[in-house]
């Protein structure tokens, strides 16, 4: 059998090109201090040899890796999704990777996964993280540079991106308003989602700011199972007077809408439902998903704004979150 043939190293180059291995790192780290006619040596004596720069031994060298880590509760879920897309899009513009980690909802989990993924890679992004707020502050504080996604923390020193679920609530619960809803059904998300409790937030000061709505609200979950699985005490209060449900996100739209439709169940013209996120499957659902929609992409881009400022030694940015976007669609109508 033949013998593979051995890599070029730094000291082939450097033999090659009739100069010393420092010369070759400074032509590596595009040194501009380094004579041209050196250069032009150094980087045909590459081609020549078919010389590769090793990435663990630069990284090592540099301090970096040019990789970043995104710590996620559920990857199944499209709006997470669409964050690393727009996340990877523009850490890839500036030489960057982006592992992922899923913590599959496992609150316990959140914390140790940050830390392996963080230790392995330059920077951190932590997207809606489950865990205790005082958890969390010490975590962002010692993994430093993070970036958090949809989770407010007040004066803490960490950059915040993320959605206005509160303002996102108000107006999907006018849009049913103006249908002539007054009885509502709010299916709740994880009881550890911070997005969750927002949006309670928001079916709170809909219910002050308006007396004659009642919304209830309905324990859930965030994903398509939960949704089906709902199905029952959403009936129980349509029966008890709901015309119209808003589900936590989509998933949770889409599964109960499945579930309602094998019961027969007319949706809009018996009860109305609307998701939250609007992602990609919303408009081709069946009947089509009414949904607040969240600029997934851009949020990724945002988020990588935010973390490359810091990774250059840059401040602390501002925070931001987005409004959601109403899109009405079939699944919800007036009131019969």
């Given at each position: 059998m033949r013998e593979r043939p051995r890599a070029a190293t730094i000291a082939d180059v450097a033999a090659h090109a009739g100069v010393s291995q420092a010369s070759v790192s400074r032509v590596l780290n595009g040194k501009q201090s380094v004579d041209p006619t050196i250069v032009h040596r150094v980087q045909a004596s590459i081609a020549a040899l078919g010389y590769s720069p090793s990435v663990a031994a630069r990284s090592l060298v540099h301090g970096r890796n040019d990789t970043i880590a995104m710590v996620v509760p559920d990857l199944e879920n499209p709006l997470f999704q669409g964050i690393l897309k727009g996340l990877s899009l523009a850490a890839a513009s500036d030489?960057?990777?982006?592992?992922?980690?899923?913590?599959a909802e496992r609150v316990e989990d959140e914390e140790a996964t940050a830390v392996e993924a963080r230790h392995r890679c330059d920077a951190l992004v932590l997207c809606a993280p489950r865990m205790p707020e005082q958890r969390l502050r010490r975590l962002v504080a010692a993994l430093a540079p993070v970036v958090v996604v949809n989770r407010s923390l007040p004066d803490a020193d960490v950059p915040i991106v993320g959605i206005d679920y509160v303002r996102g609530i108000r107006d999907l619960v006018d849009h049913l308003r103006g249908l002539g809803h007054r009885h509502l059904a709010y299916v709740s998300g994880p009881a550890s989602s911070a997005s969750n409790g927002e949006r309670l937030r928001g079916v709170a000061e809909v219910e002050a700011a308006y007396p004659d709505l009642r919304i209830d609200v309905i324990p859930g979950g965030s994903r398509l199972e939960d949704g089906y699985a709902v199905a029952e005490p959403v009936l129980?209060?349509?029966e008890a007077g709901?015309?119209?449900?808003?589900?936590?996100?989509?998933l949770v739209a889409f599964g109960l809408l499945t579930r309602l439709r094998r019961l027969g169940v007319d949706v809009p013209g018996a009860l109305s439902v609307a998701g939250f996120d609007d992602v990609p499957m919303a408009e081709y659902a069946t009947p089509s998903l009414t949904s607040m929609s969240v600029p997934r992409i851009?949020?990724?881009?945002?988020?990588?704004?935010?973390?490359?400022?810091?990774?250059?030694?840059g401040p602390i940015q501002h925070t931001?979150?987005?409004?959601?976007?109403l899109e009405a669609r079939d699944s919800t109508g007036p009131v019969r």
């Open positions: 030489g960057y990777r982006v592992m992922v980690a899923d913590t129980a209060a349509s709901a015309t119209a449900v808003i589900a936590f996100n989509d851009e949020i990724g881009g945002q988020v990588w704004a935010r973390l490359r400022t810091l990774i250059a030694g931001v979150l987005y409004r959601p976007r």
